[in-house]
């Protein structure tokens, strides 16, 4: 599978990557079953294509924030008004 260079934050309290932009680097794999590889091919009267076209990320951590992301924060207060029946 085909790997992109992506640059993002790394938030510790929930262990998710946030992706801020992508470096324009780009790695060939060389395989024939991948739909973004120069190598790509298919087999004599095969009419679709079901190789993957997802590329891998390479993740780069810019930052490493000790909170939550701001998805995760959301979530969060949504599931304490829910329960307390409170509006912040």
Known sequence: ??????????????????K???????????????ALSKAHK???GQRT????KVPHE????????HARCDECTRAAWATLER???RVW
């Open 1 to 18: 599978m085909c790997e992109i260079e992506c640059f993002g934050n790394y938030h510790r309290k929930c262990q998710h990557y946030v």
């Open 20 to 34: 801020m932009y992508e470096s324009g680097n780009k790695t060939d794999c060389g395989s024939p079953s991948c």
């Open 42 to 44: 298919h087999r004599p």
């Open 49 to 52: 294509c079901t190789c993957a």
């Open 58 to 65: 390479c993740r780069r951590v810019l930052s490493l924030i």
């Open 83 to 85: 329960e307390s029946g």
